[in-house]
């Protein structure tokens, strides 16, 4: 009546947001057996489970536009303005930061598509809750669905689940935050529908509803200055829900869903009041989840440094590119940015994806080596594809006990269309 219970693939990718998708596709077309397991009914992570639709990263500050995600990542933009219409990047004036904005719904059916033709084999709706290890390889991983238990045995594993599930059960070295464990606020997303489309969309505006909020007595407002966008179909997303929360237990993260909810039907209200053309506005959706930036990080071979960031430094073994400026959130707290030097880009090196002690589990995404200032910018999406992607690469060329040389990684990744 089920499926088998116990399967074997030469990579198997843990999470599928867009650090996994990327490692998934880039495994397949080394030619590797390829699995993703992804616990959520969709791919794309935080990019649809939590409606970030705004995917920093692909491209740097500087003029004229410089893009430093390509690979798998430009599989995904370029599925994206297949289904139409075509995407656009957008750079804000003001920052000079340039952003690609894709609906929920249609990440959904690119990254399907992208898998699928890739020759991955997906499994939604199952999460991974063990791994067996020997010696310094990770041999088995353990996974539930509402049928029970099943097995999947590996050569090499990828790590892309944004908080680190793999690489501590398999008892690998992790940091929780940053070096004082403290990590970025959570935020949930909402999505406002009811507003005519000529309204105009100054962030001034929802700052001065909040602040007479706030004087009239709601204390259930957290941030004053967030994030306002306006997509294709005129609905409107608002970034101001946030919450100090531990995103790996379910306690904390009951109460900060719960408590979110509230604050989002908060900033509605006050919205409604004060907010010029949303009168009638009203919440389309919050979440679905609330979003994590920050919970467990990775001990790699090397912890790209704040300072890597900034200065734009350049690696003997890059297998990434990472443009998008350091972006601090705390709770409550406007965002605080840093910029890279140049405005350019700075590179990741396959040291950072080699998880220490390990042989054949290499990690991606949110989750990489690095210290908190280089996470703020590491940590994007754009970013994660293309850290991805590496990881995926690299696992497909890990033999049974060895690393792969790092040209052998840029090698494969520049005749997959990768910028290193
Ligand atoms: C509120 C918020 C706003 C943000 N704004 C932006 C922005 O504007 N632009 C931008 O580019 N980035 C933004 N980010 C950051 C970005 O969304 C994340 O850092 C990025 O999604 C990381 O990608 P990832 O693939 O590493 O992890 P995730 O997107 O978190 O994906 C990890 C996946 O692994 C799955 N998973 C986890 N554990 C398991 C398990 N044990 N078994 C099976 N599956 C598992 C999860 O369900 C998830 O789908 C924001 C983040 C938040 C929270």
Redesign the pocket.
Known sequence: MFNQRKLEFDVVV????????AAAVGAANVGAKTLI????PY????????S??????FFAQAEPLQQVVGGVGAQFLAELSAIGPEIEPRRNPASGNV?VIADGEKSKYALDRLLLRAGVVPRLH????GAQVQGNRVVEIE?VDHAGRLTVSADAFVD????A??TT?AGGAVRFGDDEGQV??????MRIGGVARDVPIARELFTEAIQLGKQAGIDTLSKEKG?VLRLASGDILA?FVDESVNGLDAASLTAAEMSARQQAWSYLDVFRRHVPGFESAYLIQTGPA?????TRHVRGQYTLAGEDVLSGVRHLDAVARGG?PV?I?QPGAPAVYQQIRDKSYYDIPLRSLAVEGFSNLWC????ISCDAIAFASA??????FA??HAAGVAAAQSTRFTHPDADLVRAELLRQGALV
């Open positions: 843990v999470g599928g947001g867009s650090a996994g998708v397991v992804e616990r959520n791919f794309g992570g935080a990019g649809t489970h939590s970030v639709f705004s995917y920093c990263g952003i199952c999460q991974v809750i996974c892309a689940s944004g908080e599930d793999l059960l970025q606020a959570g935020t949930l997303v994030m970034l609330l979003g994590i930036r920050e998008w972006e959130h991606a995404g949110r989750i940590r994007v999406m754009g970013t994660a850290t991805g």
